[in-house]
């Protein structure tokens, strides 16, 4: 399996809702990524999960929860989101933190949209 | 922050053309990665390079890390129209090993 496994693909929520994306791999990475992507825009990196630890947060507002239950899942938690929060939210694993052999591998993304 | 500069924006070429596009940064990374992305999906690794100096070709692509550590370059050959998308370069630094993208270069190709 050389996937990384993201659901649900569409998403609509209003700004008072809780949702959650989930992504899933079973390549054996030990990193997990979370990116943000505007359309036409380069992905922008919000966390990294190292070995199932949190190592980096670049700065997200706390609306955004990440957990990473175990070493395959990486979940983000969404709470009172603004409607310029709608956009591609890409999960990413590389086999370590640092990309490893082959980079790292990107789902197909979830495409949220808040109301 | 580091940055890396990706060009040119977009393209427009005839089917069978060659194309290029390149990335510069001020910075050196020690991983060169590019990837193509489809609309509604993630991006894709096309290429990864790990050496500087490093050429390395997929099919019809070819891409090299340059010299100095600080460029790279992607080449496409006799394209053809399933080449349309965005390709982003992407450098990795020594540093915690977080992955910097490019703005991305939008390929349109005429049958």
């Known amino acids: 399996d050389t996937e990384v496994t993201q659901t649900p693909k569409h998403l609509v929520m209003g700004m008072t809702n809780k949702k959650s994306l989930k992504c899933e791999q079973h390549?054996?990475?030990?990193?997990m990524y979370w990116y943000k992507q505007k359309a036409k825009k380069p992905p922008e990196l919000m966390f990294v999960?190292?070995?199932?630890?949190?190592?980096i947060n670049e700065s997200v507002p706390s609306r955004f929860s990440p957990e990473c239950p175990n070493s395959s899942l990486l979940n983000l938690h969404l709470h009172a989101l603004q409607p310029e929060d709608s956009a591609l939210y890409l999960c990413?694993?590389?086999?370590?933190?640092?990309?490893?052999?082959?980079?790292?591998?990107f789902g197909s993304g979830t495409r949220l949209t808040v109301v | 922050g580091q940055q890396l500069n990706q060009s040119p924006q977009s393209m427009f070429i005839q089917e069978g053309e060659d194309v290029s596009m390149n990335c510069t940064s001020s910075?050196?990374?020690?991983?060169w990665l590019w990837y193509k992305q489809d609309p509604g999906e993630g991006p894709v690794l096309l290429i990864a390079?790990?050496?500087?100096?490093e050429l390395t070709s997929n099919g019809r692509l070819t891409a090299q890390f340059g010299i100095t550590r600080k460029d790279s370059f992607l080449n496409i050959s006799a394209s053809i129209p399933s080449d349309v998308g965005i390709y982003f370069c992407?450098?990795?630094?020594?540093?915690?090993?977080?992955?910097?993208f490019g703005q991305g270069t939008e390929l349109s190709v005429k049958p």
């Open positions: 910075s050196i990374f020690n991983t």
């Open positions: 992407a450098g990795r630094d020594n540093q915690g090993g977080k992955l910097i």
């Open positions: 390079l790990y050496k500087a100096g």
């Open positions: 390549m054996g990475h030990r990193a």
């Open positions: 999960y190292s070995y199932e630890k949190l190592s």
């Open positions: 990413a694993s590389s086999q370590g933190p640092g990309g490893g052999a082959y980079g790292y591998t």
